[in-house]
């Protein structure tokens, strides 16, 4: 998880500032445009914003997660002659690591953001990710870290599940075509990157909900976010093909 961080967060910094950018007023053009930007205003740094909130999860996130994938494979009893079995397991196995990705994300986030209020307000004064914490704490109470636990949820369990089932099922494929009967190596990155591939394609929109959640003011509740403004307006104003480049190219590392 700790490499997969390293080398991707730049790339997911790019996807949440396109992802929240004004939609009527936009920052940036694109993913190259943001990340120019970025390095110009913030250097290197600037891509890393809130790479400690992952750094520091991951482990228990990763752990979680393929525990979880572990046992629910057991539990699920998942077989080559059941392609569909991959596929519960892994919603079963995400459900358990969203209780960790959930406020991970949420910091990371909210420290990306602050990128695009300074570049709006110069006398924005960025705050920590220890203040962000207790901001979350004062105003939502114990559940502040797993604010917009939804959205993550609704993202994940969909995808979670299309994820494993096509990593699976396409090692199983491989392996059913070598002499050895297992996937070599090579193929099973293939199938990993191409299970995010799917991962994303079909589930990015949600995403984009997703960040818009993360990232809004923690003194307000989630349950007064209206769906239809954080959405439609990306709809209307927002080039779905370039806020779609950053995750694509965020996938081959992670």
């Not at 699920?76 to 196995?93: E, M, N, R, W």
């Not at 959930?102 to 110069?122: C, E, G, Y």
């Not at 307006?233 to 080039?239: G, Y």
């Amino acid at each position: 998880g700790i490499p997969g961080t390293l080398l991707g967060h730049p790339f997911d910094t790019v996807k949440v500032l396109l992802h929240t950018q004004s939609s009527t007023n936009p920052a940036y053009s694109g993913a190259v445009d943001a990340a120019t930007k970025v390095l110009k205003s913030e250097g290197i740094g600037g891509l890393y914003k809130g790479v400690m909130s992952p750094l520091a999860g991951q482990m228990f996130f990763r752990a979680t997660l393929f525990f979880a994938y572990a046992r629910a494979k057991e539990f699920v009893g998942v077989s080559p002659d059941d392609p569909l079995s991959y596929c519960k397991a892994g919603g079963l196995a995400w459900l358990a690591g969203s209780f960790f990705e959930s406020p991970i994300d949420l910091f990371k986030s909210q420290s990306q953001q602050q990128i695009l209020r300074a570049k709006a307000d110069p006398s924005y004064v960025p705050q920590s990710m220890g203040a962000s914490v207790k901001d979350a704490v004062k105003y939502m109470g114990p559940r502040g870290p797993w604010y917009g636990m939804g959205a993550t949820l609704a993202r994940n369990l969909p995808a979670a599940s299309v994820y494993f089932g096509v990593v699976e099922n396409t090692k199983n494929w491989f392996a059913s075509r070598n002499d050895d009967g297992k996937a070599s190596n090579s193929e099973i990155c293939f199938a990993g990157g191409l299970g995010g591939i799917f991962y994303w394609s079909f589930f990015y929109p949600i995403d984009v909900f997703n960040s818009a959640v993360m990232t809004d003011m923690l003194n307000y509740n989630f349950l007064m976010i209206q769906l239809e403004k954080v959405l439609l307006p990306i709809m209307i104003h927002q080039n779905w093909m370039l806020i779609y480049a950053p995750p694509l190219l965020m996938l081959s590392p992670n």
